[in-house]
């Protein structure tokens, strides 16, 4: 049985392929994991907990920039890629497309933030750390995480990432040395995500013969089209996701804000367990949506059914050992931080859910419009809450504010699917 299963994988090149990027992905979120786990800590327990709320903070407002620029091609444009990967002439304006509207909303963001540096005190106490977090959305524009998805050749998005995680590491340890030094976290992290983002387009470039013009504008619109309605439901993300620190740093103190980013960020690295399988998973399910729902469901059905169990244990583990897991990070536990990563335990669960239910079903079908209806709603919703809890609760207010708001997504997810012929649930029962 072993060697018919082995035989069936050596066979089928896109099953192999997807085993092999799957193993690359496995490979880059343990380095995601580890090496963050090296470093946090230490940052934390030298430049203290105040100037590390400072730098969430910052890195909150950021994120919006990120958000911005992004305008959904990590999932837009590994799509079209996906589906047009044999066809260069396509592939060429797909990248050239992208990177061109990229780069206009990357200066559209920089003039953005040098006015709000100017005129709001909150920010220009400390510009300089805002504009070194900066350097993070240029990154990111320039590295096309979306084509090396769509082409399924995860082994570059592997190794450029290992590179730049453990450069950051090991210049974090070598200069930072007291609080006086947080500055350089932003500036460590910014170079390491622009070496990576001006190699890959070398890369793609001489690899991959992408020829990089500069299309029609009605080319460019086009592609603005396609991509607005996940663009919308992105930003709505944030208003759950970022937008919570961005609050909670207006309504209370940098310790309140590191408090709450020790936890937070704590969830978000154990979060990263699910991105080998939402971004080798999601290229292969587009292409295989064009010729078979049914196969697609089948797919998302044993994920639910094997990998769903695991994710609650992480869960369920984070909410009993919270003190403990704080206190061989830190060498100390905050009570504080422990009852929000109390509070945040189940994230893990929820975000796997949700990468089944929207993800793998509602944006491989083609369900834009709804999933950006409900991500839209979650967002204003998320808003009223937070406006009511952390002005008053502060972080703990934060902290129920994002878990309820993941229920809340994810009961609107299932409720779709099941009642919308892409039954998940039922067909397992």
Same mark, same amino acid.
């Given at each position: 049985m072993i060697q018919r299963f082995k035989k069936k994988i050596l066979n089928n090149s896109d099953v192999r392929n997807l085993f092999q990027n799957f193993g690359y992905l496995v490979l880059l979120n343990f380095a995601n994991f580890i090496l963050p786990l090296i470093s946090f800590p230490y940052v934390v327990r030298t430049i203290g907990i105040e100037k590390f709320g400072l730098l969430s903070f910052s890195l909150?407002?950021?994120?919006?920039?990120?958000?911005i620029t992004d305008f959904s091609f990590n999932l837009s444009a590994t799509r079209e890629i996906a589906i047009s990967?044999?066809?260069?002439?396509?592939?060429?304006? #797909?990248? /050239?497309? !992208? &990177?061109?509207?990229?780069? @206009?909303?990357?200066?559209?963001?920089a003039i953005?933030?040098?006015? =709000?540096?100017?005129?709001?005190?909150?920010?220009?106490q400390f510009w300089h750390v805002h504009l070194f977090t900066f350097g993070v959305v240029i990154g990111q524009v320039l590295?096309?995480?979306?084509?090396?998805?769509?082409?399924?050749?995860?082994?570059?998005?592997?190794?450029?990432? #290992?590179? /730049?995680? !453990? &450069?950051?590491?090991?210049? @974090?340890?070598?200069?930072?040395?007291?609080?006086?030094?947080?500055? =350089?976290?932003?500036?460590?992290?910014?170079?390491?995500?622009?070496i990576i983002g001006?190699?890959?387009?070398?890369?793609?470039?001489?690899?991959?013969?992408?020829?990089?013009?500069?299309?029609?504008?009605?080319?460019?619109?086009?592609?603005?089209?396609?991509?607005?309605?996940?663009?919308?439901?992105?930003i709505s993300v944030t208003?759950?996701?970022?937008?919570?620190?961005?609050?909670?740093?207006?309504?209370?103190?940098n310790i309140v804000v590191g408090y709450y980013s020790v936890a937070e960020r704590l969830i978000s690295a154990i979060r990263g367990m699910i991105s080998p399988i939402s971004q080798s998973l999601f290229p292969?399910?587009?292409?295989?949506?064009?010729?078979?729902?049914?196969?697609?469901?089948?797919?998302?059905?044993?994920l639910l059914l094997f990998f769903t169990p695991f994710f609650a244990c992480v869960s369920v583990f984070l909410y009993f050992f919270s003190s403990e897991i704080l206190t061989v990070l830190f060498k100390s536990s905050s009570s504080q931080s422990a009852l929000v990563l109390k509070i945040l335990s189940p994230i893990?669960?929820?975000?796997?859910?949700?990468?089944?239910?929207?993800?793998?079903?509602?944006?491989?079908?083609?369900?834009?419009?709804?999933?950006?209806?409900?991500?839209?709603?979650?967002?204003?919703?998320?808003?009223?809450?937070?406006?009511?809890l952390i002005p008053f609760y502060h972080h703990v207010g934060a902290a129920i504010c994002v878990i309820v708001i993941e229920f809340y997504i994810l009961i609107r997810y299932v409720l779709f699917t099941e009642t919308n012929g892409l039954k998940i649930i039922k067909k397992i029962s």
């Open positions: 909150s407002i950021v994120n919006y920039f990120i958000i990967r044999h066809d260069s002439k396509k592939i060429d304006e #797909i990248v /050239s497309a !992208v &990177l061109v509207i990229k780069t @206009i909303l990357l200066l559209a963001c953005v933030l040098i006015i =709000l540096l100017f005129t709001v005190s909150k920010l220009s590295f096309p995480v979306w084509f090396f998805q769509g082409i399924e050749k995860m082994k570059t998005i592997t190794y450029l990432n #290992i590179f /730049s995680k !453990v &450069l950051y590491t090991i210049l @974090i340890f070598i200069f930072v040395k007291r609080a006086e030094d947080f500055y =350089l976290v932003p500036i460590f992290s910014s170079f390491g995500s622009l001006v190699y890959s387009l070398i890369y793609i470039k001489s690899r991959f013969k992408v020829n990089f013009f500069i299309p029609k504008k009605d080319t460019l619109i086009e592609y603005i089209r396609n991509g607005w309605t996940l663009f919308l439901s992105n208003l759950y996701t970022s937008a919570i620190t961005t609050i909670l740093g207006f309504f209370s103190s292969f399910l587009s292409k295989l949506a064009v010729t078979s729902e049914s196969k697609v469901l089948h797919v998302n059905r044993k893990p669960v929820l975000i796997y859910l949700h990468t089944i239910f929207a993800l793998f079903t509602m944006i491989v079908f083609g369900r834009n419009k709804e999933y950006t209806r409900i991500i839209v709603s979650g967002g204003f919703f998320n808003v009223i809450l937070a406006f009511s």
